[in-house]
Every structure is written in structure tokens, then in C-alpha cells.
């Protein structure tokens, strides 16, 4: 069975400082896929990046960034130089089988505050 | 592209009466999912589908839930009768057939009174 682990509930920091999200899974499956989504007050979930096992290379995309180590099966998301506009819940999910569905298991969550 | 598009956005009701959730999935999409959101249970895959037809809908808490999907535009997710441990929020996602991307919908609050 596959699992997603966010340990931090609740994050709080300063506008411009750099916070890093945790993530842990669990799987038995050699090939699966890895997302993070983002759900601002507003309640939509905003699809952030996916990720292949196959592909360990760490991604950024402006302010974000992405460290995935399957050594230590994380997946962390960092945002740098943080914004209160990143105020938002941010959920880590995995998709064992890409061919199966995309069947998305997702981490508890991790409520980030932004202050200005 | 509109996005996945679902309705009602809120919806309020009364234990014991029929609740009807709808969804559009992007066009070309070939996969939707019914996904609940509860602060005790976080996010929870209730049934997907794949080209019309479902595949899995081990996550449907019990049989006064069903879905159905039509045709590859709409999909509807009905409880009856509803129950206050129904009330969430209820999203509609569709996957990109090239990407793999899951697209959510702005999902359907439910309060069941």
C-alpha cells in the first residue's frame, strides 16, 4: 500500500524567508509518480509539478524548488524568498502505476503561513 | 481551456434528501476522479473512471453513494439519502492524457443539515 507523510501541520514564517516542506512516502512499486498541489483559502487544488521515480534530478521553478531522494524516499518543495500570496495548504501526493490511473494518494497536508 | 467545471458550489440540505453533484472534466481528458476533502480524513479518492467507464470505486464510503458517467463530458456523483457525516467538500478531477497532470475542479461544498 502506498503512503504519503507530511509531518508538519502548520508552518509559519516571514515574508522573504526560504521554507522547506517535507515529504515522505512509502511504496512497494518500482515506477510511480510523485505531486505536490497547492490549495490557497480560495479551495482549489493547483497542480504545482509531477515527478517520475525514474528522474531524481531536483527541479526549480522560480521561486520554487523540488529535492526529491529516493535514498530517503522525500520529496521536499521549498519556496524561496516566500510571499504572503504563498499562504496556502500544500499537499504531497503519490500515483503508484502511472498506467493505472493516476491514482493520487495524498499527504495530510501542510498549512503554510505567510506573514507580511 | 475552462477547467473542470463543477456545480453546485455550495450546496445546503437537509438529512434524508437526495444530494446530486456534477462535473464537466476538460475536453480530451481521458480519466475523471471523485475526490472528498474532510478535516478528519484529508483528501480521499472515492471512484474514478476511465473512458466512461469506472474502474475503481473502492473509496465510495457506502451505497448511498453512486457515480456515473454518461458520456466523456459529464459525470454525477449522487448521495441518497445524505447524512451530516456527508457534509465536505467534494472534488471533480480529469487527467491530462499526455502529461499525466490531474486537473481539479473549484469542488462542491456540502453541508448536510
Known amino acids: 500500500a502506498q503512503k504519503v507523510t507530511q509531518a508538519q501541520t502548520e508552518i509559519s514564517v516571514v515574508e522573504k524567508e526560504d521554507v522547506t516542506l517535507d515529504c515522505v512516502y512509502e511504496t512497494r512499486d518500482t515506477t510511480y509518480y510523485l505531486f505536490w498541489y497547492k490549495q490557497p483559502p480560495s479551495g482549489e487544488l493547483v497542480f504545482l509539478i509531477r515527478?517520475?521515480?525514474?528522474?531524481?534530478q531536483n527541479e526549480i521553478s522560480g521561486r520554487y524548488s523540488w529535492n526529491f531522494q529516493k535514498s530517503t524516499s522525500s520529496f521536499n518543495f521549498t519556496i524561496t524568498a516566500s510571499q504572503v500570496v504563498d499562504s496556502a495548504v500544500y499537499f504531497c501526493?503519490?500515483?503508484?502505476?502511472?498506467?493505472?490511473?493516476?491514482?493520487?494518494?495524498f499527504g495530510e497536508g501542510t498549512q503554510l503561513t505567510v506573514n507580511p | 481551456d475552462a477547467g473542470v467545471i463543477q456545480s453546485p458550489r455550495h450546496e445546503v440540505t437537509e438529512m434524508g434528501q437526495e444530494v446530486t453533484l456534477r462535473c464537466k472534466p476538460i475536453?480530451?481528458?481521458?480519466?475523471l476522479f471523485w475526490y472528498r476533502q474532510t478535516m478528519m480524513r484529508g483528501l480521499e479518492l472515492l471512484i474514478y473512471?476511465?473512458?466512461?467507464?469506472?474502474?475503481?470505486d473502492s473509496g465510495m464510503p457506502e451505497d448511498r453513494f453512486s457515480a456515473k458517467m454518461p458520456n466523456a463530458s459529464f459525470s454525477t456523483l449522487k448521495i441518497q439519502p445524505s447524512e451530516p457525516r456527508d457534509s465536505a467538500v467534494y472534488f471533480c478531477?480529469?487527467?491530462?492524457?499526455?502529461?499525466?497532470?490531474?486537473?481539479f475542479g473549484e469542488g462542491s461544498r456540502l453541508t448536510v443539515l
Open positions: 475536453s480530451g481528458h481521458d480519466y
Open positions: 515527478r517520475n521515480s525514474f528522474d531524481e
Open positions: 501526493a503519490l500515483s503508484e502505476r502511472e498506467t493505472s490511473g493516476s491514482r493520487l494518494t
Open positions: 478531477a480529469s487527467r491530462a492524457r499526455r502529461t499525466g497532470e490531474l486537473f
Open positions: 473512471f476511465n473512458n466512461n467507464v469506472p474502474i475503481d
